[in-house]
């Protein structure tokens, strides 16, 4: 089980608290990097900055695969690194 402190005091909306605190049990959540005219957007501030924005975001993809002996098997893994903030939202 994963107690994950880090995300404790981030800013959730209420509809998202009970799933939030489900996942802390089983996995770690880090905060993702955001970017807004080369500043870190704050937990606080995500709500604010992302609504209908224009973004690029970056993933990095990895795709794994191994052999045993009754079958070949494969893993695709993905995870969003970052989000810069082309143009903001109306």
Not at 34 to 59: C, G, H, K, M, W
Not at 64 to 75: G, V
């Amino acid at each position: 089980m994963y107690a994950n402190h880090l995300s404790n005091n981030w800013p959730e909306p209420t509809e998202a608290l009970a799933g939030l605190d489900s996942v802390k049990l089983t996995h770690e959540i880090l905060p993702l990097t955001i970017i807004d005219n080369s500043t870190l957007v704050l937990p606080s501030d995500v709500q604010r900055v992302l609504p209908n924005a224009l973004v690029e975001a970056t993933f990095h993809m990895e795709y794994s695969q191994y052999h045993t002996p009754d079958k070949l098997n494969a893993c695709t893994e993905g995870n969003m690194t970052q989000i810069v903030v082309l143009r903001h939202g109306n």
